[in-house]
């Protein structure tokens, strides 16, 4: 297993630089840059004349580098990502992109993962109900709720949810994670004492970004737990277990559903970008600062080093949500081997 996982991270270095190859690309692909950006601003707000504007847009860009071919400017960034851990400086911010990148990251791995899990304890358990309860009004509820899940557009459940809080309940302060009295509090105030009303103002606020993201996620985890486990229930060994005398819910429980959650544990390999973007919708509406508002954000103004690092952290997530799935195989599976020796 040591050596399957260090092959693994060996592989996903070649892979992580053509990613960010591609991804450079892309990004510098449309017409226009941080100096465009600069110029419309400083003649829509700034009152300024718009030969005043492009000398000022043209001295920015020839400060930053922004007229140097594409090819300089990747392999300037590229080579301050692997000699100094520098991933360039955010045009927008006006600060390290690292720091830009960190201010955000842990909120929306924290919102992505309590997502994560709820939708995958969730959804298989309902998925098992369903599929144990087949064609009974539990599944076709169940079923229903699905369809729901997979078809409503996240952004319009967000709108809908933030009409009703806003004005239906008059609830304040939407657009933050944190009430103003909590924003400057510390979660841990001493030894033993725990911040406990802070964690409840921010569940407060970000419950509905949970819910929302969670719906698509629950929605997919059941529909295909109910079809992997209705044709498990279907197999021989299924059959012999029942022949030997098994209980239904240790035939269920032991034999059908380790065999039925392989495509859904092989999913999560995909999962994990998935989810830190999956709220990007909902985060938007709400206005959160979390990573998917700040992708839309950056490459709207043309913060290059911005969206690519931030494109680099989902490529290294899915790279590490990969080596995370098969792991999760093996030890799910003991007829899966890796390696000739395992």
Known sequence: MLRFLVTRILQSIPVLMVMSIITFAIIQAPPGDYGDFIRANMIVQGGATPEAATA???AYRETHGLNDPMVLQYGRWIWGIVAHG???TSYAYNKPVLEVVMQRLPATIAIALTCHLLASLLGISFGILAAVK????VDTVLSFISFLGMTIPRFLLALIILYILAYKLNVQEIGSFYSSKFGGQAYWLGWFDFNWAKLWNLIQHVWPVILVATIGGLAYNMRVMRANLLDTLNAQYVETARAKGLGEGAVIMRHAVPNALHPLIAYQGVVLP?????EIEVAIVFGLATIGP???G???IGDVYVTATLLLV???TLIIGNIIADVLLVALDPRIRVGADA
């Open 294 to 296: 700040a992708i839309v």
């Open 86 to 88: 520098d991933f360039g």
């Open 314 to 316: 989902l490529g290294a």
């Open 56 to 58: 000022a847009a043209n």
């Open 134 to 137: 087949q064609y009974s009004w």
């Open 298 to 300: 950056s490459m709207a």
């Open 274 to 278: 998935y989810m830190l973007t999956g």
